[in-house]
């Protein structure tokens, strides 16, 4: 029985490419040396599927950056503003699109789906000139091949390309980017055509826009592409691979019926729905590439359900049709268990990493096909039956208390508009208030320092005197730069979300459970694995001590509940909005301790509210109801005076305003300047907003720097649309990844064009 791995993390169990992106960023790393550790890497996961026994092993799913840009880089896409001039595209052209350089920004950046990965956003337009400029999947099959190891080469889609893609700048906003279809679809055959040269058997093409409301012109669109290719893909089997979610049933209708697709992918741990499309009607002779083993989280398969589920869908499409698969990439897990040393072995267990992932596809391929390792069985049978009677998972107090949230809205009793009105007579804001988002850069000194705690290599005390001079040094440089509502800087934190997850129950930690994030960036989610509480304060100490170091307001920095549960590899035995209710409850007592200590500025951050958004838009009213509920319910017993602040990072937020103003939040500061203030878009369409609201402007992924006019020019538009008496000005986001050579002219320019703005105003009175 073959078997099939979409996609696999490309960072390295020890984040080896990360630190080689960033070494060659700084100059301290020359390009080949960047090349070697990728090579490296490459060859390890190869060596490491084909060592397991997976048949089809996916190539060209590694990057340096993201799948999409290596995509737009493939068609030659590159916007005007990175000054190529044809030939093949360097690292110079790529990482100035990805990141933006001293003079140019970078592209934009948004979530993939609904996962926490980002991809670069190709910018398209009618005059784009394609061209075959980046021969990495080629390449990188023949890499593969020189090893001895046959892969399947794995390409984003032509139409799920054009549908993730965004008109370009100057472009008109209706313009039809399925119009470009037959301009991309030549560069598509020249790949095609060079992998069948090279040896290659099968080509996956990600197709997982499938998964969303399509209408008919767009599923159309698949029909043309596809046709379009059968004649160059004769003699390759073409697998069309889908995942996070069902396939509807005119979008499962039209991909079965795609001519010259030999195989196509399906996603059957979030996409259950789309077993019974398969019971239906599978086309004859074809191959399904069954997901059964999820790559979205952490927890061990259930090996004899998913076999059962494979035993059915073999008698539907014939024993030789059915290859066992991830139901996505193994890229939105972490890397491999084994090196996980310190994790509580129950807990462990329980998990299974993407290198476990790849394992347990392997044994279910074989135990279809009459080979069942009944010692793996037996292992896994057991670990489930541990985690499902284990006490540690079940806490009847919190089960209670979670339980009582039901009949109350969770409302503040007054209004949002006499709120701000008591907040100003008590904070003494001027007009367009200055402030960041929360993190300061996180020097190597400051790491060190972190480290040195937890090795207990240094005493309590120790530790405490040093985070003590940090945050005064940020103190005092805010207060140099004369912004209005301060931050401490976040030293004492390594992550948003794991710093609280590690401060309350129901949570476990890894050293090596890395996920990418985007480019270099990589997280660590926590693992929910029980009923979440709080045991005790969690940033009391620190806030306090923060603000007794200035007159300035002082906000208390936290992260919201849904942002939590969306950066965790949460439990799948219990609905995800009862444990979101669950954490709601934990930074409720934390925002309420806040208060008693004196702080009456409390972000709650929920950066990742929209990222949970479900695909479809018949699920989304659901999702949205209990999480802005779980927000509410984190401040919903705080004074009118005390000020709560939200904040969310990139994402499209328009379709979701409403949904944003119910979360009732006093002030809300979110993405805005490298989405080319797509969001102002919803104000001038008239959406009317009353809360304070800061949209970023400036982005503070690039390292280059905004100067003055550039922002006034951005806190004019804003201005345009919002009123003068709610406007926030920001950063886009926490400055936790940029050095201080890059905060501080930045942050400076930034009073400089809110105070030049304040003049302005006044003038014009």
């Given at each position: 029985?073959?078997?099939?791995i979409?996609?696999?993390?490309?960072m390295?169990p020890k984040?080896?490419?990360?630190?080689?992106?960033?070494?060659?960023?700084?100059?301290k790393?020359s390009?080949?040396d960047?090349q070697?550790?990728?090579a490296?890497l490459?060859?390890?996961?190869?060596?490491q599927?084909?060592?397991?026994?997976?048949k089809?092993?996916?190539?060209?799913?590694?990057?340096?950056?993201?799948?999409?840009?290596?995509?737009?880089?493939?068609?030659?896409?590159?916007?005007e503003?990175?000054g190529?001039?044809?030939?093949?595209?360097?690292f110079?052209t790529?990482?100035?699109?990805?990141?933006?350089?001293s003079?140019?920004?970078?592209?934009?950046?948004?979530?993939?789906?609904?996962?926490?990965y980002?991809?670069?956003?190709p910018?398209?337009?009618?005059?784009v000139?394609?061209?075959?400029?980046?021969?990495?999947?080629v390449?990188?099959?023949k890499?593969a091949?020189?090893?001895?190891i046959?892969?399947v080469?794995v390409?984003?889609?032509p139409?799920s390309?054009?549908l993730?893609?965004?008109p370009?700048?100057?472009?008109?906003?209706?313009?039809?980017l399925?119009?470009?279809?037959?301009?991309?679809?030549?560069?598509?055959k020249e790949?095609v055509?060079e992998?069948?040269?090279?040896?290659a058997?099968?080509?996956q093409?990600d197709?997982?826009?499938l998964?969303?409301?399509?209408?008919?012109?767009?599923?159309?669109?698949?029909?043309?592409?596809?046709?379009?290719?059968?004649?160059?893909?004769?003699g390759?089997?073409?697998l069309?691979e889908t995942?996070?979610g069902?396939v509807?049933?005119?979008?499962?209708k039209?991909?079965?019926?795609?001519k010259?697709?030999a195989?196509?992918?399906?996603?059957?741990?979030?996409g259950t729905?789309?077993?019974?499309?398969?019971?239906?009607?599978?086309?004859?002779?074809?191959?399904?590439f069954?997901?059964?083993?999820d790559?979205r989280?952490?927890?061990?398969?259930?090996?004899?359900?998913s076999?059962?589920?494979?035993?059915?869908?073999?008698?539907?499409?014939g024993?030789?049709?059915?290859v066992?698969?991830?139901?996505?990439?193994?890229?939105?897990?972490?890397?491999d268990?084994?090196?996980?040393?310190?994790?509580?072995?129950?807990?462990?267990?329980?998990l299974?990493?993407?290198?476990q992932k790849?394992?347990?596809v392997?044994?279910?391929?074989?135990?279809?096909?009459?080979e069942?390792?009944?010692?793996?069985?037996?292992?896994?049978?057991?670990?489930?039956?541990s985690r499902?009677?284990?006490?540690?998972?079940?806490?009847?107090?919190?089960?209670k208390?979670?339980?009582?949230?039901?009949?109350?809205?969770?409302?503040?009793?007054?209004?949002v508009?006499a709120?701000?009105?008591?907040?100003?007579?008590?904070?003494?804001?001027?007009?367009?208030?200055?402030?960041?988002?929360?993190?300061?850069?996180?020097?190597?000194?400051?790491?060190?320092v972190r480290?040195?705690?937890?090795?207990?290599?240094?005493?309590?005390d120790?530790y405490?005197k040093?985070?003590?001079?940090e945050?005064?040094?940020?103190v005092?440089?805010?207060?140099?730069?004369?912004?209005d509502?301060l931050?401490?800087?976040?030293?004492?934190?390594?992550?948003m979300?794991?710093?609280?997850?590690?401060?309350l129950?129901?949570?476990a930690?890894t050293v090596?459970?890395?996920?990418?994030?985007?480019?270099s960036?990589?997280?660590?989610p926590?693992?929910?694995y029980?009923?979440v509480?709080r045991?005790k304060?969690?940033?009391?100490f620190?806030s306090?001590?923060?603000?007794s170091?200035?007159e300035r307001?002082m906000?208390?920095?936290l992260t919201?509940p849904v942002?939590i549960?969306n950066?965790s590899f949460?439990?799948?035995?219990q609905?995800r909005s009862?444990t979101c209710?669950?954490?709601?409850l934990a930074?409720?007592?934390?925002v309420?301790?806040?208060?008693?200590?004196?702080i009456?500025?409390?972000?709650?951050?929920?950066?990742?509210?929209?990222?949970?958004?479900?695909l479809?838009?018949?699920?989304?009213?659901?999702?949205?109801?209990?999480?802005v509920?779980?927000?509410?319910?984190?401040?919903?017993?705080?004074e009118?005076?005390?000020q709560?602040h939200?904040?969310?990072?990139?994402?499209?937020f328009n379709?979701?305003?409403?949904?944003?103003?119910?979360?009732?939040a006093?002030?809300?500061?979110?993405e805005?300047?490298?989405s080319?203030?797509k969001?102002?878009?919803?104000f001038?369409e008239?959406?009317?907003?009353?809360?304070?609201?800061?949209?970023?402007v400036?982005?503070?992924?690039?390292?280059?720097?905004?100067?003055?006019?550039e922002?006034?020019?951005r806190?004019?538009?804003?201005?345009?649309?919002?009123?003068?008496?709610?406007?926030?000005?920001?950063?886009d986001c926490g400055?936790?990844?940029?050095?201080?050579?890059?905060?501080?002219?930045?942050l400076s320019?930034?009073?400089?064009?809110?105070k030049?703005?304040?003049?302005?105003?006044?003038?014009a009175?």
């Amino acid at each position: 029985m073959a078997s099939h791995i979409v996609g696999y993390p490309r960072m390295g169990p020890k984040r080896e490419l990360k630190f080689a992106l960033e070494s060659f960023w700084d100059g301290k790393s020359s390009a080949e040396d960047l090349q070697k550790v990728a090579a490296e890497l490459r060859t390890s996961i190869w060596k490491q599927m084909a060592d397991t026994g997976i048949k089809h092993i996916p190539s060209n799913t590694f990057s340096f950056y993201d799948q999409v840009l290596d995509t737009t880089a493939m068609l030659g896409a590159v916007p005007e503003r990175y000054g190529w001039n044809g030939g093949e595209i360097g690292f110079d052209t790529y990482f100035s699109m990805a990141r933006g350089n001293s003079s140019v920004p970078a592209m934009e950046m948004t979530k993939w789906f609904d996962t926490n990965y980002h991809f670069i956003v190709p910018e398209l337009g009618p005059n784009v000139k394609f061209s075959y400029a980046s021969h990495k999947a080629v390449n990188e099959f023949k890499e593969a091949k020189a090893l001895g190891i046959e892969t399947v080469p794995v390409i984003v889609g032509p139409v799920s390309y054009l549908l993730l893609s965004k008109p370009a700048k100057g472009v008109e906003k209706s313009f039809s980017l399925l119009s470009l279809i037959d301009k991309i679809l030549p560069i598509y055959k020249e790949v095609v055509t060079e992998l069948k040269e090279a040896g290659a058997t099968w080509i996956q093409f990600d197709e997982p826009t499938l998964v969303l409301d399509l209408d008919s012109h767009q599923l159309q669109a698949f029909t043309h592409a596809y046709s379009e290719l059968e004649s160059t893909v004769s003699g390759l089997k073409v697998l069309i691979e889908t995942y996070f979610g069902d396939v509807p049933a005119e979008a499962y209708k039209t991909l079965t019926s795609l001519k010259g697709v030999a195989g196509f992918g399906f996603d059957l741990v979030r996409g259950t729905k789309t077993l019974d499309l398969v019971n239906t009607g599978f086309p004859s002779g074809k191959c399904l590439f069954a997901g059964v083993v999820d790559g979205r989280n952490i927890w061990a398969n259930d090996l004899i359900v998913s076999l059962n589920t494979l035993k059915s869908l073999e008698d539907k499409v014939g024993k030789g049709n059915l290859v066992v698969s991830t139901s996505c990439s193994l890229l939105h897990t972490a890397v491999d268990l084994a090196n996980e040393t310190k994790l509580d072995k129950e807990i462990k267990s329980w998990l299974a990493f993407a290198a476990q992932k790849v394992q347990e596809v392997n044994a279910l391929a074989k135990a279809l096909s009459g080979e069942r390792d009944e010692a793996f069985f037996f292992s896994n049978a057991a670990a489930h039956s541990s985690r499902k009677f284990s006490p540690r998972v079940t806490n009847e107090n919190v089960q209670k208390a979670a339980a009582s949230l039901k009949g109350s809205d969770h409302r503040r009793a007054t209004n949002v508009n006499a709120r701000l009105a008591a907040q100003q007579k008590k904070l003494g804001l001027p007009v367009l208030p200055t402030t960041t988002i929360g993190s300061f850069p996180q020097t190597m000194d400051l790491r060190r320092v972190r480290r040195e705690f937890k090795a207990k290599k240094i005493s309590e005390d120790d530790y405490v005197k040093s985070i003590r001079e940090e945050i005064n040094k940020v103190v005092k440089l805010q207060e140099e730069l004369d912004i209005d509502v301060l931050v401490h800087g976040e030293p004492e934190r390594n992550d948003m979300v794991e710093y609280f997850g590690e401060q309350l129950s129901g949570f476990a930690f890894t050293v090596n459970g890395w996920v990418q994030s985007y480019g270099s960036r990589c997280v660590k989610p926590p693992i929910i694995y029980g009923d979440v509480s709080r045991p005790k304060a969690m940033t009391v100490f620190w806030s306090s001590m923060a603000q007794s170091m200035t007159e300035r307001p002082m906000k208390g920095m936290l992260t919201g509940p849904v942002t939590i549960l969306n950066w965790s590899f949460v439990r799948n035995d219990q609905p995800r909005s009862e444990t979101c209710y669950q954490i709601a409850l934990a930074i409720k007592d934390e925002v309420e301790d806040l208060e008693r200590a004196g702080i009456t500025v409390i972000q709650i951050d929920e950066a990742a509210l929209r990222e949970g958004l479900p695909l479809r838009k018949s699920e989304q009213a659901s999702y949205l109801e209990w999480a802005v509920h779980s927000f509410r319910i984190t401040n919903c017993s705080v004074e009118d005076t005390t000020q709560i602040h939200t904040h969310m990072c990139y994402s499209n937020f328009n379709d979701i305003i409403h949904s944003i103003i119910n979360m009732d939040a006093d002030v809300i500061t979110i993405e805005n300047s490298r989405s080319d203030e797509k969001l102002l878009s919803v104000f001038r369409e008239g959406v009317r907003y009353g809360a304070g609201i800061g949209p970023g402007v400036y982005d503070i992924h690039s390292p280059r720097i905004p100067s003055t006019e550039e922002i006034a020019d951005r806190i004019n538009k804003m201005l345009a649309v919002l009123e003068t008496g709610i406007l926030w000005v920001n950063p886009d986001c926490g400055l936790k990844t940029r050095k201080y050579t890059e905060v501080k002219p930045a942050l400076s320019n930034m009073v400089a064009a809110a105070k030049l703005l304040r003049t302005q105003l006044a003038s014009a009175k």
